[in-house]
C-alpha cells in the first residue's frame, strides 16, 4: 500500500510540474499600437509553427508606458512587452525587467544585433533589451521638383550647403511649393531626425555614458543655424512651427515639399498609399559630408521574475531568423540583424537599402530620464528646440537647455 501511494504521488507530481510547463508555454505580450502593421502576422507565424503560444495586446502609444508600469508594481504585468527603445533603461533602472544579457549574447549572430537597440537596452553592463522592431531616420527628396528646380532628380543633398542650395531652388519654383520640412513643435520628431545632423559633424546630446548633457557645443549651433536660415528665407512652410508632429509626414505626402528629414515608415507609405510622388532617399548629412541616423523602434522585453526564458529563446529564435527578419522588413520594420537585411529586403522598394544601411549606422541616445529630458511636452529639448528656431536668443537657450537637461540627469543619479 505504501508502494502504491508513493508512485501515486509520484505521478501527480509529474503531472503538475507536467502542468505548469504547459502552463509556461502560453505567455502573454503587449505592443504598442505603432507596429500593428506587423507584429500580430509576426506573431501568428510563429504561433502557427512552434507549441509555444504567445497571445498578442495591441496598446495604444500613448497609454503603453503608463499601463505597463502600473501592471508591473500591481503584479499583472504581461509576459512579454514590445517597448518603444528609448524607455527600457528607465524599467530596466527601476527593477521591472528581467535580465536577457546570457541569453542573448548566446546567440550565434548576437554581434549582428542593431547596436542602437541594445545599446538602449543596456543598463549598469546588462542587458534588459533586445532588438524587435527598428526604423531609422533618412532625408527624403521630391524628384519632380527638382527636375523643375534644374537640379539633378537622382542626386539627393550629401552636405548642408547642398541641403540649403537645393531648397533654395526649390522655391524658387514659387506658389505653395516650399524646398524643406519639419515639425517645428515635435520634440520626438527633432530627436529624430534633428540630432543626427549634429551627430554626423561629430557632435552629441550625452556623453560620458548619458551622465552629461552636450548641447551647447559648435556642432549644435551650426545645425541650428542652418534650420534657423532654412526659416528666415521662407523656405519652409510657415505652418512648421506650431506642428506637433501631426503633419510629419504628410507635408512631403503633399508633393509640395522638396526634401524632408523623416523616417524610412515613410518609404512604405508613400508607395502604397502616394504611388505619384517621385522620390529619393538618402542619408541625413552632417555639416560638411558623412551620415548618421536615429534608430529608432522598439526592444523586446520580458518582465522580471517570469520563469519563460526557453519560450523567449524560442521566440526570439524565431523572430531573429531570415523567415522573422523578411516577414517583418514585408510589413513595416526595418530588419534589426545586419547579416540578413539585404536578403530581408530584396524584394522590396529598392529605396529600403538605402534605409538597411542607415539603420547600421543608427543611434539612440540612453537615458533613465530619456522621457523626461527629450520626450516630454515641457522637458528642455521640446522647449529649446522652438525657442533656437525661431526665437531670438539662440545662445541663452542652449544655455538654459543644457543646464536643466544636467539638472534633470543629475537629480535621477540621487
Not at 357 to 369: C, H, N, Q, Y
Amino acid at each position: 500500500m505504501k508502494g502504491f501511494k508513493a508512485a501515486l504521488l509520484a505521478l501527480v507530481a509529474v503531472q503538475a510540474s507536467a502542468g505548469a510547463a504547459l502552463a509556461q508555454q502560453k505567455l502573454t505580450m503587449w505592443s504598442r499600437s505603432s507596429s500593428e502593421a506587423f507584429m500580430p502576422s509576426l506573431v501568428k507565424a510563429f504561433n502557427a509553427a512552434h507549441k509555444t503560444q504567445i497571445e498578442l495586446q495591441i496598446v495604444p502609444n500613448t497609454e503603453m508606458v503608463q499601463k505597463y508600469a502600473i501592471s508591473a508594481a500591481g503584479g499583472s504585468a504581461p509576459d512579454l512587452l514590445s517597448l518603444d527603445l528609448v524607455y527600457t533603461p528607465a524599467f530596466a533602472a527601476s527593477g521591472q525587467l528581467e535580465d536577457l544579457t546570457d541569453l542573448v549574447k548566446g546567440f550565434p549572430f548576437f554581434e549582428q544585433l542593431s547596436k542602437a537597440h541594445l545599446g538602449a537596452g543596456t543598463y549598469e553592463g546588462r542587458i534588459y533589451g533586445v532588438p524587435m522592431s527598428a526604423d531609422a531616420s533618412v532625408m527624403l527628396w521630391n524628384k519632380k521638383l527638382f527636375k523643375q528646380a534644374g537640379l539633378d532628380p537622382d542626386k539627393g543633398p550629401t552636405n548642408w550647403a547642398e541641403i540649403e542650395e537645393y531648397a533654395g531652388k526649390v522655391n524658387a519654383i514659387g506658389g505653395d511649393i516650399r524646398g524643406f520640412y519639419f515639425s517645428g513643435a515635435c520634440g520626438g520628431c527633432n530627436a529624430f531626425t534633428f540630432m543626427p545632423l549634429v551627430w554626423a559633424s561629430g557632435g552629441e546630446i550625452l556623453s560620458d555614458g548619458g551622465k552629461k548633457a552636450t548641447l551647447n557645443t559648435p556642432q549644435m549651433r551650426d545645425a541650428v543655424a542652418l534650420y534657423r536660415g532654412l526659416v528666415a528665407k521662407g523656405y519652409v512652410p510657415e505652418s512648421a512651427k506650431t506642428d506637433p508632429g501631426s503633419n510629419f509626414f504628410g507635408g512631403f505626402a503633399t508633393d509640395r515639399i522638396g526634401m524632408s528629414p523623416i523616417g524610412a515608415f515613410a518609404i512604405g507609405n508613400l508607395v502604397k498609399n502616394y504611388p505619384k510622388v517621385e522620390f529619393g532617399v538618402t542619408f541625413l548629412p552632417g555639416k560638411t559630408g558623412g551620415k548618421a541616423s536615429f534608430a529608432g523602434g522598439d526592444n523586446f522585453v520580458v518582465t522580471a521574475g517570469r520563469k519563460n526564458l526557453p519560450a523567449v529563446k524560442e521566440f526570439l529564435t524565431f523572430v531573429y531568423s531570415p523567415e522573422g527578419q523578411t516577414l517583418l522588413a514585408k510589413l513595416g520594420s526595418l530588419p534589426t540583424r545586419a547579416d540578413v537585411a539585404a536578403e530581408a529586403v530584396k524584394d522590396l522598394d529598392q529605396r529600403y537599402l538605402t534605409a538597411t544601411e542607415a539603420m547600421k549606422l543608427g543611434r539612440t541616445p540612453s537615458s533613465p530620464v530619456y522621457n523626461d529630458i527629450i520626450n516630454s511636452s515641457t522637458g528642455p529639448w521640446k522647449q529649446m528646440l522652438n525657442e533656437v528656431f525661431f526665437g531670438n536668443d539662440v545662445a541663452g537657450s542652449l544655455v538654459k537647455a543644457e543646464k536643466t537637461m544636467q539638472s534633470i540627469i543629475d537629480q535621477s543619479g540621487k
